[in-house]
């Protein structure tokens, strides 16, 4: 099993930065990828971006693209999500998640964080 804990969400203006951290123990191992998902209210989960164990290679959803980064942690078991240029449609709760297999396109999490909010002001 593998346990992931996020931190840092919180309260901030349009237009500012914001830095999630995901950090994760257990059989970590066995996490091939690593990434972010967000949920808006009334919204599916979406991807936001993931990053593969070596930590050279990345993705990230169109929304964010430019904007947000997904640097790894040393030691590798610690992720982070970097977000500049915040909007308000980017309010949501946001959920760290690993995946057993490298795929960072097609992300499709075996494990989950309990996710932290972000909520960003017009």
């Known amino acids: 099993q593998v346990q992931l804990m996020e931190s840092g969400g919180g309260l901030v203006q349009a237009g500012g930065s914001l830095r999630l951290s995901c950090a994760a123990s257990?059989?970590?191992?066995?996490?091939?990828?690593m990434g972010w998902f967000r949920q808006a209210p009334g919204k599916e989960r979406e991807f936001v971006a993931a990053?593969?164990?070596?930590?050279?290679?990345?993705y990230y959803a169109d929304s964010v693209k430019g904007r947000f980064t997904i640097p790894r942690g040393n030691p590798k078991n610690t992720v982070y999500l970097q977000m500049n240029n915040l909007k308000p449609e980017d309010t949501a709760v946001y959920y760290c998640?690993?995946?057993?297999?490298?795929?960072?396109?097609?992300?499709?999490?075996?494990?989950w964080g309990q996710g932290t909010q972000v909520t960003v002001s017009s």
């Open positions: 257990g059989r970590t191992l066995s996490m091939q990828t």
């Open positions: 990053i593969n164990w070596r930590g050279d290679t990345t």
């Open positions: 998640a690993a995946d057993s297999l490298r795929r960072v396109a097609t992300m499709t999490p075996d494990y």
